[in-house]
């Protein structure tokens, strides 16, 4: 066989094998903006809630979580129609009662929602049904919680794997947020080995697809997004245009979510002194590839995706507090 063949075949191997596990990504420009018009949600008079409510998409519930109501904290809806379904989780320190509500979660048999308190460090179990029947329905608790790893933020997989955000002491006067995992029934918790070395101030929020099998990791004081696998594995490191302006006083990436086979991801670029929430969600191919920047033209608080229906719920700083994308036709 020609020797020059075997080389030329050998060469090409070694290029394509360094393409793959190629795992940093600079992007310079992220100029391709679209103006996108948001709709409104209003639910009227009857179903109050207070500014930083938080609006999550469950399995089949629209959760709203008012975290500064001084009576019932959760309030349900069908997440197809929209209509409402019940308000539940009364605050208080008494049995049953939330002292600092933490996340909800709906199980992986849909009969039940799961409610992290952390101020009572445990999780309650509401059964479904029982809620939608009796107002007064009272939880009881399913688990206890760790006092010494706190998840600030979780994700439900099953009753042993939740993804996890946990506030980590470096000193008296540093913390860092880091992802883990959790296993509910046993209280174990294993945080991610990877940290991106060049970040100084490590403040993520991350977004978990089990049907793409993939941990996305957004940093909220650096231009940068991280790509792993559901195993931590790292993929991608993707390096917008102001990784190198080494201010880690300036404010980026604010909530993200996976929808449809894109990463989507809400992205200020302003001081952390004049906290200016951002307008614009960042899209991303799976890979780390930018596509474009959603203008929406509103302050975004937080948002989740509803792939069924393909649109994300926001949670605003605007007159109007919730609102709705429709993303047909708007990604690709």
């Not at 909530?255 to 996976?258: A, D, E």
């Given at each position: 066989m020609d020797i020059r063949f075997i080389l030329y075949t050998c060469l090409l191997f070694i290029l394509f094998s360094c393409d793959d596990k190629q795992t940093d990504v600079y992007q310079t420009r992220r100029d391709n903006v679209v103006n996108v018009k948001l709709e409104k949600l209003d639910f009227g008079d009857d179903i109050l809630m207070g500014r930083g409510t938080r609006i999550y998409v469950l399995d089949d519930f629209l959760e709203f979580s008012d975290y500064s109501s001084s009576q019932k904290m959760i309030h349900l809806f069908d997440k197809n129609t929209l209509s409402y379904v019940a308000s539940i989780g009364d605050l208080g320190q008494g049995p049953g009662e939330i002292i600092s509500l933490g996340q909800v979660m709906q199980n992986d048999?849909?009969?039940?929602?799961?409610?992290?308190?952390?101020?009572?460090?445990?999780?309650?179990?509401f059964d479904i049904d029982s809620l939608k029947r009796d107002k007064d329905y009272m939880p009881y608790i399913k688990y206890h919680m760790q006092p010494e790893m706190i998840p600030t933020y979780l994700t439900y997989v099953s009753d042993t794997l939740c993804f996890a955000t946990y506030?980590?002491?470096i000193d008296n006067k540093t913390t860092r947020r880091v992802s883990g995992k959790w296993n509910m029934k046993t209280n174990e918790v294993k945080l991610?080995?990877?940290?991106?070395?060049d970040v100084k101030n490590y403040q993520t929020n991350y977004a978990y697809?089990?049907?793409h099998n993939l941990f996305v990791e957004a940093h909220g004081r650096a231009d940068l997004i991280s790509i792993f696998d559901s195993s931590f594995n790292l993929k991608h490191n993707v390096y917008g245009p102001d990784w190198d302006d080494g201010d880690d006083q300036k404010l980026n990436f604010f909530?993200?979510?996976?929808c449809n086979g894109y990463i989507i991801s809400?992205?200020?670029?302003?001081?952390y002194r004049d906290y200016m929430l951002p307008t614009k969600l960042l899209v991303f191919k799976m890979n780390g590839d930018y596509v474009k920047t959603l203008e929406t033209g509103?302050?975004?608080?937080?948002?989740?995706?509803?792939?069924?229906?393909?649109r994300?719920?926001?949670?605003l700083d605007e007159e109007f507090q919730f609102a709705y994308l429709d993303l047909k036709g708007i990604l690709n």
């Open positions: 048999k849909k009969d039940k929602l799961y409610v992290s308190d952390l101020g009572h460090l445990c999780i309650y179990s506030v980590q002491y991610m080995d990877y940290i991106q070395p697809s089990k049907k909530p993200t979510v996976i809400a992205y200020s670029g302003s001081s509103c302050k975004i608080h937080f948002m989740s995706a509803d792939e069924d229906n393909e994300l719920f926001l949670s």
